[in-house]
């Protein structure tokens, strides 16, 4: 009977207690390979820097009582799973899965998210994937805090992956995004979702006297429970279920292009 090859990765670094949760939980499935970014890595989407340095450092780590070989990459989220795929295992894997991330990843800031953006990475090498968020206090989001509890987002972690290395999903879905509630428990009901188009977090002007000084940009979550119901924030913040939002690779508007062609000939035209 064939093992299940699962890659998992995530971007708040190999560090992590929510990596090693979703570890523990797939490793009920299958082989899992980790690779993490080295450094945390929030907000980095897809990005895929020109500056990391790619050196990959093994690291030898319990888990289960079983030690594991894992590998912390100078780069970014996506850029370990190419190292990954590339690189370090034999063959591409049956899944990656990215997370448990610190803080829900919802509304029109998933482009932003380092989990998200791995997970999209994989999808783009021909390879389900999925991109698993926790739901925590935005103080903990940077944080490697153990007051976070991730046992109800391990079980849901497993049970989509367990999903998707079993079933084919439709054509268009190339990531499966998941958002589990920050009280979720394993009996916490989950449902299909859409992205609202409402902005989740707002970014914060720095305080600084000076443009000349140092200003690191941060967020503040937008606390507006009017996110239209079947939204992924809606469904997360409201309703206080588990978000599953099915992600394509193709951002193309689902405009009517002929309509959309007219508008732009006649614009063209005055």
Do not use: C
């Amino acid at each position: 009977m064939k093992e299940y090859q699962i890659l998992l990765t995530n971007d708040d670094g190999i560090e992590s207690p929510g990596l090693w949760a979703a570890a523990e939980a797939l490793s009920q499935l299958g082989f899992v390979h980790v690779t993490a970014p080295r450094e945390q890595y929030s907000g980095a989407g897809r990005s895929l820097p020109s500056n990391s340095d790619g050196l990959i450092e093994s690291r030898q780590v319990k888990v289960n009582s079983k030690i594991w070989t894992v590998y912390a990459i100078g780069g970014s989220p996506a850029q370990t799973v190419q190292h990954a795929v590339l690189e370090i295992l034999p063959q591409k894997p049956d899944l990656v899965v990215s997370g448990i991330n610190y803080g829900e990843n919802v509304g029109t800031g998933v482009t932003i998210s380092g989990t998200v953006g791995a997970a999209l990475e994989a999808a783009a090498l021909g390879i389900p994937a999925l991109a698993i968020s926790l739901e925590t206090d935005p103080i903990h989001h940077l944080s490697y805090s153990t007051e976070v509890d991730f046992s109800a987002a391990a079980q849901f972690t497993a049970l989509f992956a367990r999903l998707l290395l079993t079933q084919r999903l439709p054509e268009d879905v190339d990531v499966l995004k998941v958002d589990v509630p920050i009280h979720a428990t394993t009996e916490t009901p989950w449902k299909i979702t859409h992205i609202t188009r409402q902005s989740y977090y707002s970014p914060v002007q720095p305080v600084r006297t000076s443009l000349t000084e140092p200003g690191m940009l941060k967020y503040a979550r937008v606390d507006d429970p009017h996110h239209p119901p079947g939204s992924d924030a809606h469904t997360l913040r409201v309703e206080k279920q588990v978000s599953v939002t099915p992600l394509s690779l193709d951002l193309t508007s689902r405009v009517a292009f002929a309509e959309l062609e007219q508008l732009l000939k006649r614009a063209a035209d005055r």
